[in-house]
């Protein structure tokens, strides 16, 4: 079985560098899981790398290293298995908050059995904002879930609700006025119980899925 592993590469700024350093991942077979420019400025570029090998990191790593752009190679830890799974809570502030209350308790309680799961949170207004905020969530790496918490949301949120659960993601909704608790997979009155459902919804260590529900309303 493939062995998933976090590079960390600091080399010479410019056009390139990126050729050069998943050519040597292509040599090693090494499929690429997900990856990140860090930082591209004039005096440096840290691109992050996760990838799955059959065979010894190490290796990889040296022949890396030997490439004259490249300054320094570290091997990580995955961000999968530091941070986890990632839950994206937007909306109004207050209520983003309280959302906020509820998933970090409930996400500290599955953390300390092992579980790894973080929490993201951005207090959004308006319409075009928040629908964008909503598609954007699917190009997050490791984002499982996301909570919609405010008073009135519709229209193209709506809209980027039901694209970003066609995707796969998990969308909870506070019960508000306008279109978007119909859109979602979820929806709970309360907002602190709405971050903890939300947790367990997407915790491999809780006894708890969405699909089972007989209704979809709290």
């Known amino acids: 079985m ?3 592993f976090g590079l960390m590469v600091h080399a010479d700024p410019g056009p390139g560098v990126l ?9 090693f077979n090494g499929d690429i899981a997900s990856i990140e420019i860090v930082n591209a400025g004039a005096d440096e570029a840290r691109v992050y790398f996760e990838i799955a090998l059959d065979g010894e990191r190490e ?7 030997a490439l004259p752009i490249v300054r320094e190679v570290a091997v990580v830890g995955t961000l999968q298995a530091i941070y986890g799974k990632r839950i994206i809570i937007m909306g109004g502030g207050a209520q983003v908050g309280q959302v906020a209350i509820g998933a970090i308790s409930e996400a500290d309680r599955h953390n300390i059995r092992g579980e790894r799961i973080s929490v993201d949170t951005i207090p959004l207004v308006g319409e075009q904002p928040l629908a964008d905020a909503v598609r954007a969530v699917a190009r997050l790496p490791r984002a499982k879930a996301l909570v919609l918490a405010g008073a009135l949301m519709g229209g193209d949120i709506e809209n980027a609700v039901r694209e ?22 979820l929806v709970v009155t309360d907002p602190v119980q709405a971050g903890v459902m939300t947790v367990m919804a997407i915790a491999t260590t ?12 709290f």
């Open 2 to 4: 493939a062995d998933r």
């Open 19 to 27: 050729f050069q350093l998943t050519g040597v991942i292509a040599r």
């Open 59 to 65: 290796l990889l790593a040296a022949e890396m290293r």
């Open 164 to 185: 970003v659960r066609a995707k796969g993601l998990l969308v909870v909704s506070l019960n508000m006025a306008g279109s978007v608790p119909d859109a979602a997979d």
């Open 206 to 217: 809780a006894k708890f899925t969405v699909d089972r529900l007989q209704r979809r309303v």
